[in-house]
């Protein structure tokens, strides 16, 4: 019965994997592709680009303009400290939901994709996706993400949800609600 409940906690790691997959394959496709700093293909008028750009910094290119040093330890220290907290509360609380899980795993997901950049490609995380903004908060064009961006953003909203929405598991129900 412990040895099923174990696998059964492994189960949302299938996402994980998944994202990791997804997110790496259209990276790929896309350099392959695409020229660095050009668009490829536009949707809907200029609604949506599929573009190559490179983000040597975080979220809407922060952090780009740090010292390599300090870059390096902001950007792939200290998330990959947090993938491995994330991942070790995954497996040592008896807290979240099966919801609450599947959306941590995301969140690995997305964070392992970006780090695989940060790490191997040091021209900076392929980005791809643009999306016309219509100047709201003065930003014509929301920044361009990823399939890892995505999936970090998702789970992290559903998480945050999850925990408004959905009950915890009754004590003694532990880790094996898949």
Known sequence: MAETRERKSLVPFVLTI????????????VAAMIPAGRVGWT??????????QKNTGAAFSMGDALAEPLRIFILI???LVLMIALSVYYFKTDELTRFQRWALCGIVGGGIGN????????????DFLSVKFYGLFGLERWPTFNV???????????????????TAPEVGQGKSGE
């Open 148 to 166: 890892a961006d995505s999936a970090v953003v998702v789970c992290g909203i559903l998480l945050v949800a999850a925990g408004f929405f959905v």
């Open 43 to 52: 949707a809907l008028g200029d609604f949506f680009w599929l573009v190559h």
């Open 77 to 79: 220290l200290v998330p």
């Open 115 to 126: 780090l695989i950049d940060r790490i191997f490609r040091p021209e900076g995380v392929v």
């Open 18 to 29: 998944a994202i990791v997959i997804a997110d790496q394959a259209t990276k790929f496709a």
